[in-house]
């Protein structure tokens, strides 16, 4: 028996607003079809609901009331002072900018020249040749594709396609800027590949943001890979800190860890209303290191979802992630983390974290951390803790003079500070905090 | 002059009462000790002083310069003058010392109508004060008392003493988990302290202490009330016969 089920609107949108716009989109012949599929596929599983256990939490169908329309065909004018006041803190971070607005490649807002070690290539350009279409495409994103992957690969329209020579040490960050701005509300889908390889080092930021005055509304949604070669050593941030009062950041991290490899991440997620953070970590190669961090800070009606998994499919693999979160008002934060241990991943150590804050009678914070271990030799562990303000501390402040609403800001930044300090980058570490600090006063 | 009148005290979420009319006057320039059995009400005599909202003041007030100090939130008491070495300083992790002592001393100079220290001026005076009670500078780039020993944790609180300047010290069994040494360090940085501008009321359960901190007068605190008051004899008399006369077994 089929039952069927009633579209929202918001799904009946985004099926219909990819008809209107998938002539305009970037891509070879074979790069449409897939499109084409995926919005297929998209249509068939809708918005994802709390029925899907994943989903629980994050009831996309419910939350998302609409589709907003792509506007990556129109152009924004924009400066580069425009680009550095959207960037707020993070502009002090000496970086080669690669910048796109509203998801599209923006070259003359970028840095100009290359950087040595990299080859960047637009994905729109990408898309157009059948060996930059696989790339992007065919790699492991489409191997874990739900709904909100699927909807990305319908209508990519543009990203940073990155390829980190062998042996390579860049030496400074490549920062991958997303700028939302425009009086319309919009839809960005973007995507970013990274390669790394092997014995390479590179840190990557990206940056989800939005200049003064763009529409309070907007929806985005991001899909990065990242490939760290054998022995490669990958720091890689990303900020969405965003200024708008509804705005939607969906987001999908998919990495791979060769053997030996190092790779560093962390997500401060920020001023967005609605956000579901997804992390899939596969280690591929014997003795890689994962440090997987965050921070999300909700007031508001803010939802902010971290949902990650860390497979680990062979031996001697370290993972460690740590993910602290600030709620305020009605503000509802998630975390699931799941850590696979397949039966070959002995000599598994896994340990992990998840701390919020909560400032208000009507934050909710909800953890779910799950362990499915099949190996009998690794040593894990998870936890997860939820509290107040301590009150004892906030005395001890006040007692020395400080005024309540400067002993709480100190408080605060010390409790998220522990997984800022995960960034193994100091200037990257100091604009993550000042963004927070931002958002704290 | 701190004055305190008919003080009664309870917990804020129960009903018992632990300070029963206290009075006491202690002027400025001299120092007094507050000894006690444990559980007689030291601890909270000086965590009321400082405002702490764990508890109620039921009757009686607290006079500091001829004003009521209860209706002001701790921080304002500091900025008045009022400063309380803990019994047991807490631990801030990720908050660096310097952080902590530039923050809480630029916040106690804003309400006293002074200009903020630079970061040089205040450097200066941190490097100063720090080497008066042995205390390495590089230790104050940690997070406030995280790792430090309980001898390290009390010379942090004379040093936060020292740099905020207040008026009105009240230490808390200050000499709990020192050893002599760190005793001599910590009573000479308190006694550098004293001066014609300052009252102190210092709170222990021991003797020993007032070896090196001399008051000039000596309270005796049971059943959340003064039962005595001397010289320092008495604390010498006390060291002997122990708090028994008091109803209390010595601890």
């Given amino acids: 028996m089929t039952v069927a089920v009633m579209k929202t609107k918001a799904e009946q949108s985004f099926a219909e607003g990819f008809s209107e716009v998938q002539e305009k989109l970037p891509g070879s012949t074979a790069v449409r079809a897939i499109r084409e599929e995926a919005a297929q596929r998209f249509a068939e599983l809708g918005l994802p609901h709390r029925r899907i256990e994943e989903w629980k939490y994050t009831d996309l169908r419910n939350q ?82 739900d709904a909100v992957m699927a909807l990305n690969t319908a209508y990519m329209s543009d990203g940073a396609v990155v390829q980190v020579e062998a042996g390579a040490a860049l030496d400074k960050p490549l920062m991958l800027v997303h700028i939302r701005a425009g009086k319309a509300p919009c839809f960005a889908a973007v995507r970013n590949v990274i390669e790394v390889g092997a014995k390479a080092s590179a840190r990557i930021v990206e940056a989800f943001v939005s200049l003064p005055g763009a529409a309070g509304d907007g929806q985005i949604n991001t899909v990065t890979q990242v490939n760290v070669g054998e022995e490669a050593v990958v720091t890689h941030v990303k900020v969405a800190a965003d200024a708008g009062e509804g705005v939607t950041h969906l987001s999908n991290w998919m990495s791979r860890i060769a053997k030996s490899a190092e790779y560093r991440g962390f997500q401060l997620t920020q001023g967005v209303n609605l956000a579901r953070n997804q992390i899939r970590i596969d280690f591929d190669g014997e003795d890689a290191k994962l440090d997987l961090s965050g921070v999300f800070l909700g007031r508001g009606s803010d939802h902010i979802d971290t949902t990650l998994v860390v497979d680990h499919a062979v031996p001697s693999c370290e993972s460690r992630e740590l993910f602290k979160g600030v709620l305020d008002g009605n503000a509802r934060g998630i975390f699931q983390g799941k850590i696979i241990v397949q039966q070959a991943a002995q000599k598994t150590d896994g340990k992990q974290m998840s701390q919020a804050l909560l400032l208000s009678e009507n934050a909710e914070f909800d ?12 040593v894990c562990g998870h936890g997860a803790t939820c509290a107040e303000l301590d009150k004892d501390l906030m005395f001890y402040c006040q007692s020395r003079g400080i005024p309540a609403e400067i002993a709480k800001v100190l408080l605060i930044e010390s409790f998220i500070g522990e997984a800022v300090d995960q960034i193994d980058d100091e200037a990257i570490g100091e604009a993550v905090m000042a963004f927070a600090r931002g958002w704290l006063s | 002059m701190l004055e305190i009148k008919n003080l009664h005290v309870k917990i804020a979420e129960e009903d018992k009462p632990i ?6 006057v202690v002027p400025k320039g001299e120092v007094h000790a507050i000894m006690g059995p444990n559980g007689s009400g030291k601890s909270t005599l000086a965590y009321v002083l400082a405002g702490r909202d764990d508890y109620e003041v039921t009757d009686g007030d607290i006079l500091w310069n001829g004003e009521s100090i209860l209706e002001m939130a701790p921080d304002e008491r500091a900025a008045s003058g009022v400063f309380l070495a803990f019994q047991y300083p807490m631990e801030i992790p990720g908050v660096a010392g310097l952080t902590f002592l530039r923050t809480a001393a630029n916040a106690v100079r804003r309400k006293r109508g002074k200009e903020e220290l630079t970061t040089p001026e205040f450097m200066k005076l941190v490097k100063q004060k720090a080497g008066e009670l042995n205390i390495d500078v590089d230790m104050l780039k940690r997070p406030v008392n995280v790792g430090f020993s309980g001898g390290e944790k009390k010379r942090s609180e004379i040093l936060q003493m020292a740099l905020l300047e207040p008026t009105l010290c009240v230490l808390d069994e200050t000499d709990s988990g020192l050893d002599i040494d760190a005793l001599k360090v910590v009573s000479d940085g308190v006694n550098a302290l004293r001066s014609p501008e300052r009252a102190m009321v210092v709170i222990t359960h021991y003797q020993r202490l007032l070896n090196h901190i001399v008051p000039d007068k000596v309270h005796v605190l049971a059943h959340g009330r003064i039962q005595r008051s001397g010289g320092k004899e008495l604390a010498l008399e006390l060291e002997k016969s122990g708090y028994a006369e008091f109803g209390e077994k010595d601890a």
């Fill in chain 1, 64 to 145: 998302v009331k609409d589709a907003l329309p792509p506007r990556s065909g129109e152009k924004v004018a924009m400066t580069i002072a425009d680009v550095i006041v959207a960037l707020g803190p993070l502009a002090h971070v000496d970086a080669h900018r690669v910048v796109f607005v509203n998801g599209s490649h923006r070259p003359e807002l970028s840095s100009p020249g290359g950087l040595a070690g990299v080859n960047i290539q637009s994905l729109a350009s990408a898309l157009e040749t059948a060996e930059g279409g696989n790339a992007a495409i065919a790699g492991i994103a489409s191997q874990h594709s």
């Fill in chain 1, 367 to 378: 953890s779910k951390p799950e362990l499915e271990i099949f190996a009998d030799d690794v």
């Fill in chain 2, 19 to 24: 300070l029963k009319g206290i009075d006491l």
